[in-house]
C-alpha cells in the first residue's frame, strides 16, 4: 500500500508436516514448518539484510517501494510516487520501536506509523514470524479446507489472524484491522514464491484495504546486499 494516512530442517518438517496432518497441530509446528519451508536454519541465520525494491500500482497510480531490513529491527524505507507529481516519502526506525521520516524537516513517527511500515518488510516478516507476533492460537471460530487459521496479537496489541496452507505450508495471507479505521480490514495476501540465494520467499504481494488493492511486483530482491542503507539521524 501506498504510505500516508489512506495506508496504510526443512526436510524434516515438510515430512513430519505432511505425516501429521491428521493429528491436531499446534501452532509452534505451523509456525515453525512455515519458518523451515523457507530455508533451513543455517542459511536463515546467515542473513544479515534484506533490500528489496517493488513496482506497485495502488488506486491512484503507480509508485515504487523499497525497503531495507535486518533482523535487529531496523527498517529504512522508502515510496517514490509517479502519480501527477513525483513524490518522494523516505522515514528510518531504529530497534522497531522508534522511527523518524526524512527530508526537510525530520518528525518522529506514531507508533501505528512504525507498525505500518514495518509491515511493508514483507520478506523479513515471513522470516521472524514468531516475533513479529504473540499469544498465538488455533481458530476454533472459522475452519479452513485449505489453510491452517492462527489467532495472534500483533505489536500494536491488536488481534489478527495468520492464514498457513496445509500443501506448502507458507504463510499466505494475513488478515488486521486498519490502525487507522477500526471499521476497515487489511488483507495481505503473499504469492509466487521463488527460490533466491537458497531461500524461497515472494515476488508478489496483493493488499487489500477495504474497497482498494495494491499490488507489490517484486523487481529485486536482494540478501546480504552491500548496498544496504544504514542511515544515522544524529549525524
Given at each position: 500500500?501506498?504510505f ?16 501429521s ?11 515453525n ?53 513525483v ?7 531504529y ?55 492462527i ?61 482498494n ?23
Open positions: 500500500m501506498a500516508g494516512r489512506t495506508i496504510f530442517v526443512s526436510f524434516f518438517y515438510g515430512v513430519f508436516f505432511s505425516c496432518s491428521t493429528q491436531p497441530l499446534s501452532t509452534l509446528e505451523i509456525v514448518a512455515s519458518i523451515y519451508k523457507i530455508g533451513s536454519k543455517e542459511i536463515r541465520e546467515n542473513i544479515k539484510n534484506i533490500v528489496t525494491i517493488a513496482e506497485c500500482i495502488g488506486p491512484n497510480g503507480k509508485y515504487r517501494t523499497i525497503v531495507h531490513s535486518d533482523d535487529s529491527g531496523y527498517t529504512y524505507f522508502k515510496q517514490i510516487k509517479e502519480y501527477e507529481t513524490q518522494i516519502y523516505e522515514a528510518v526506525i530497534d522497531g520501536k522508534s522511527g523518524f521520516t526524512l527530508g526537510d524537516t525530520i518528525q518522529e513517527l506514531s507508533e501505528e506509523e512504525i507498525f505500518v511500515i514495518r509491515s511493508h518488510e514483507f520478506h523479513q516478516m515471513l522470516l521472524s514470524i514468531n516475533k513479529r507476533y504473540n499469544d498465538f492460537e488455533i481458530a476454533k471460530d472459522t475452519v479452513s479446507k485449505d489453510d491452517h487459521i489467532h495472534a496479537i500483533t505489536a500494536l496489541g491488536k488481534s489478527c489472524s495468520l492464514f498457513f496452507n496445509k500443501r506448502h505450508q507458507y504463510l499466505d495471507k494475513i488478515v488486521l484491522i486498519n490502525p487507522d479505521n477500526a471499521n476497515e480490514f487489511i488483507i495481505t495476501q503473499v504469492t509466487n514464491w521463488k527460490l533466491i540465494d537458497q531461500i524461497y520467499l515472494p515476488y508478489k504481494v496483493t493488499i487489500q484495504q477495504g474497497d488493492y495494491y499490488h507489490f511486483e517484486f523487481k529485486e530482491i536482494l540478501i546480504n546486499s552491500s548496498n544496504f542503507k544504514k542511515i544515522d539521524i544524529n549525524q
